[in-house]
């Protein structure tokens, strides 16, 4: 068919008759082929609309980044604790993100003298399917995710011969932007809770995501961090 209108996505004309239309879209996400079918009989116009939101939210690739994204930030929250709490540790979060970290190593740095070793080992995630969703909004890709996390921890302090051990597992509600530039998803907010692993219970959409051979992250008194 012949373009109508130069300005304006209009094509024609098109004798009456059922029709499966494909169209392929391009954007800062990738590119996704829609098809759909239509009837024309009668009406002089007949619509065929794409909705980059819609076809981006079923997307698998972009539903494998953005979760590769939160689990990528969740293994940096172990470099990170062990690297004295250093944010520049953060490989995929937005420079907005990291000043909120700016002070938060004040508190370890009070009582660095007393600790002898730190180890840090992200386990595990649960990611809630259902809450995952993506926005546009001029030109810029946004995506609101909220993931259950477990970490292996502990901490031996200055005279004693044996780890305490602080595990935890996080609540963690994640807001990502999409870098053109990098063409990846950063971390730009964050909101955590404390959790202990019944929150997930009335997930009915969940992906479980087990790290394999979980690499541990340690810190030493003596020495400087190591990943």
């Known amino acids: 068919m012949n373009k109508v209108d130069k300005k304006k996505e209009i094509f024609g004309p098109i004798f009456p008759g059922e029709y499966k239309v494909k169209a392929t879209v391009k954007n800062a996400l990738g590119t996704f082929d829609k098809e759909e079918k239509k009837d024309v009989w009668g009406d002089a116009d007949v619509s065929f609309l794409i909705d980059d939101e819609k076809l981006a939210r079923g997307n698998k690739k972009v539903e494998k980044d953005i979760i590769n994204a939160t689990n990528n930030f969740n293994e940096d929250m172990s470099v990170y604790v062990t690297s004295g709490f250093n944010p520049d540790k953060f490989t995929n979060s937005t420079n907005d993100f990291k000043k909120q970290l700016i002070g938060l190593d004040d508190d370890f740095k ?118």
Not at 141 to 151: C, D, G, K, Q, R
Request: charged share 35%; proline share 2%.
């Open 110 to 227: 009070a009582i660095k003298g007393h600790v002898k070793n730190m180890e840090s080992q992200f386990l595990e995630s649960i990611i809630n399917m259902d809450d995952l969703d993506l926005s546009l909004f001029e030109g810029d890709w946004t995506a609101e995710v909220s993931v259950l996390v477990s970490y292996n921890e502990k901490v031996k302090m200055e005279k004693e011969k044996d780890f305490i051990d602080v595990s935890y597992k996080n609540l963690r509600h994640f807001t990502l932007k999409y870098d053109k530039h990098k063409g990846k998803w950063m971390v730009d907010d964050l909101i955590s809770e404390k959790a202990d692993g019944s929150e997930t219970e009335d997930w009915e959409n969940k992906k479980t995501i087990k790290i394999d051979n979980p690499p541990v992250h340690k810190w030493s008194n003596k020495k400087d961090s190591f990943i």
